[in-house]
């Protein structure tokens, strides 16, 4: 659970960097739009997340504003909070597991989107991979392996 956290902290750390220089300037606190399921289920992630963020100073309500959408029970909820994430105008779009980064992806296509909790980010996504792409990648962990 730790490490989950810490990736996305540090996934968080490279797409906020540049952010929290411009939110300087310009007197705007940077804002992440968290995108999860069920409160309740989620309370060690929360935890770990305002931990991991306030590691790297940030601490939300001071240097960083955190708008959070939790799904609830009803899974036919999640575009809409996605879209309505969107219209808050977040910095990054931070989508817990892989309903949350589908409904993220589908929301918008310029905000940033950092996935937590997804084993399997290309399908998560809706990508394939061109079949000559995974053969080359086959071909080159072979040669190094050998």
Do not use: C, H
């Amino acid at each position: 659970m730790r490490l989950i956290g810490l990736a996305v902290i540090f996934a968080l750390s490279l797409t906020l960097a540049p952010l929290a220089a411009e939110a300087q300037q310009a007197g705007k606190m940077p804002r992440i739009g968290v995108l999860s399921g069920p409160r309740s289920a989620n309370l060690a992630r929360i935890k770990a997340f305002r931990e991991g963020l306030g590691e790297l100073g940030y601490v939300e309500g001071k240097s960083i504003v955190i708008e959070w959408r939790f799904l609830g029970d009803k899974r036919d909820r999640l575009p809409a909070l996605a879209v309505e994430l969107t219209r808050l105008k977040v910095d990054v779009l931070v989508a817990f597991g892989p309903a949350s980064t589908q409904a993220a992806k589908e929301a918008t296509n310029t905000i940033p989107i950092v996935m937590a909790q997804v084993n399997d980010p290309i399908g998560a996504l809706g990508l394939t991979i061109p079949q000559s792409v995974l053969l080359q990648a086959t071909e080159i962990i072979s040669d190094r392996v050998q």
